[in-house]
């Protein structure tokens, strides 16, 4: 499995970026992709993920009600939709993707990622 991010920029605080994950080679029905961010000086942390499947999400607390993840099965490609951006957004953002999820249902954060794009840096100025 291969993933392909894109999508970042440089963007005002307020403002909107999409992020895209495109994901090819060996994809079958239930899989699970999440997108990850790590800061200047800080370990990498979980932003949010989505089961293809079932479309069950998943929010870390810092972005809930700004970002939304969804997913065009048909092009094999995850959104991250990121509103209301602050300079504490800014990071290199990562998709990772897990083939063999245990189930279709999302409960937590979601760290079980088998595969990894390279980031895409996303820049919030104040």
């Known amino acids: 499995v291969q993933l392909q991010a894109s999508g970042g920029g440089l963007v005002r605080a307020g403002g909107s970026l999409r992020l895209s994950c495109t994901a090819s080679?060996?994809?079958?029905?239930?899989?699970?992709t999440g997108w990850f961010r790590q800061a200047p000086g800080k370990e990498r942390e979980f932003v949010a993920a989505?089961?293809?499947?079932?479309?069950?999400?998943f929010y870390a607390d810092s972005v809930k009600g700004r970002f939304t993840i969804s997913r065009l099965n048909a092009k094999n490609t995850v959104y991250l939709e990121m509103n209301s951006l602050k300079p504490e957004d800014t990071a290199v953002y990562y998709c990772?993707?897990?083939?063999?999820?245990?189930?279709?249902?999302?409960?937590?954060?979601?760290?079980?990622?088998?595969?990894w794009g390279k980031g895409t840096l996303v820049t919030v100025s104040s």
């Open positions: 989505i089961n293809w499947s079932s479309g069950s999400t």
């Open positions: 990772g993707a897990d083939p063999n999820p245990a189930g279709t249902r999302i409960t937590g954060p979601y760290y079980n990622m088998d595969y």
């Open positions: 080679g060996r994809i079958f029905g239930n899989f699970a």
